[in-house]
């Protein structure tokens, strides 16, 4: 028998495979050109749009105009100069007075930012006293003569009392002769003593206190 046709039919057969592969791939490199080409061209032109845009002025730092600075004439410098306002330290201040029209009681009320606590003896918490004797009572007595400048043996004291609060306190004293009438608000500073706050000049004794 003759087999002669067998190796021809299966070469065919291969043959016709390779084509077929061949024309796979060659669909494959088509399409790969497609999708690279679509991916491509959109970036082409969004590149043409930007290279066709209006250049933007970019300003120089140089090509800014410079300020000049402003001069002042040297006499309106030191009129200015001689203007401004030195600030006082506390204790060279000049004591604030007021006078109160029509005041049947009150000449002057005077406060005087130089007035310091008197120095104290106290340790501890404080207790403010008013029997008279005690280390305490001394110190008002001290801070009230402070602020009045009167001495303490010219000095009389008609009233020293709570001035609302347990740290407060307010003295009504005169001269021997009563020449000299003051009523003086005392606070108490922690640590360091009775200081006046405020000092009122009298006209006279006659009133509720």
Request: charged share 30%; aromatic share 6%.
């Amino acid at each position: 028998m003759n087999n002669s046709k067998n190796p021809e039919s299966r070469a065919d057969r291969r043959k016709h495979k390779e084509n077929r592969l061949l024309n796979i791939l060659i669909g494959a490199v088509v399409l790969a050109i497609i999708i690279v080409a679509f991916i491509v061209i959109p970036g082409g032109k969004d590149q043409s749009k930007e290279e066709n845009k209006p250049e933007e002025k970019i300003t120089k730092p140089e090509d800014k105009p410079v300020e000049q600075p402003v001069q002042i004439p040297e006499d309106e410098a030191e009129h200015d100069e001689g203007e401004e306002e030195e600030e006082v330290p506390e204790d060279d201040q000049e004591p604030i007075v007021t006078e109160p029209v029509n005041d049947p009681v009150i000449a002057q009320s005077i406060i005087d930012p130089s007035w310091e606590p008197i120095p104290t003896a106290q340790e501890g918490e404080h207790v403010s006293l008013y029997d008279g004797s005690s280390v305490d009572w001394q110190e008002k007595i001290q801070a009230l003569s402070y602020a009045t400048g009167l001495t303490e043996d010219n000095m009389t004291i008609w009233k020293l009392k709570n001035g609302g609060s347990p740290q407060k306190s307010i003295g009504i004293v005169s001269s021997k002769d009563t020449s000299e009438k003051y009523r003086v608000y005392l606070e108490w500073v922690d640590g360091t003593g009775w200081q006046p706050t405020e000092m009122d000049v009298l006209k006279t004794l006659d009133f509720e206190y």
